[in-house]
């Protein structure tokens, strides 16, 4: 399998993460896939942010829950960008995708647009909450699934198997072999985040995992040459 490079939240280390400027760089670079977050605002609609809070990406404060789409979009979200809907990340770029729920509801409501738009082939939905992606499995057929896990042991590989996911998305300051070792015998694939230096480039190529989320799309360049 080809070493794969995912934009974190596009091109998130020289752009304004989330936002479809953002994506179409990811694009641009050869990245192959984009990963984003998704939220739902308080009129139901799937905004593509990774706080639950708008404060840190834009000029705005408080929860996303509390806004409808309308208040969302008369944010900046950095550079003159606005709050994305899911609905136009598909529309603006046509790389496959990986987009983190944050919970069951998210599911529920992303499952809706991959039904009505055939998007199995195209997104792979991640969490790091094991009942979301329980959820969306149950929802849409033949989805593929990633958990993420920040900090964990062996048994992020016992969660990931029951909730039928194929991917496990880690922290590569925390990884080990012996977590490795147990994913591979799973079947799982293994993909470490965030990955911004040659050493954690390095790592993760040495650890022969099977690709890596990065903020910078230089990493595209260098992880074909790196051993």
Known sequence: MNFLTIG???????EPENTLR????????????????????KDGVLV?????EVDRTTDGAGPIAEKTLAELRALD??????????????????????????????????????????LVSRVEVSSFHDEAIAEIARLVPGVRTALVASRYGTDV???ATAVGATTLCLNIR???????EQARKADLRII?????????LRLV????????????PEIKRTGRFTA
């Open 8 to 14: 974190h939240r596009g091109v998130m280390g020289v």
């Open 192 to 200: 470490g985040w965030v990955v911004n230096t040659q050493d954690h």
């Open 174 to 180: 925390r990884i080990t072999l012996e977590v490795v």
């Open 48 to 52: 593509v942010m990774h706080d639950a």
């Open 22 to 41: 953002s994506f179409v760089a990811a694009q641009q670079a050869g990245l192959d896939l984009i990963e984003l977050d998704l939220h739902l605002s």
């Open 77 to 118: 979200a950095g550079r003159g960008e606005r709050v994305p809907v899911f609905e136009e990340v598909l529309d603006a770029v046509q790389a496959p995708l990986q987009a983190e729920i944050k919970d069951v509801a998210a599911a529920r409501a992303l499952a809706e647009v991959m039904l009505a738009r055939d």
């Open 157 to 159: 590989v016992d969660r």
């Open 205 to 216: 190529r040495a650890l022969q995992l099977d690709g890596a989320t990065t903020d910078y």
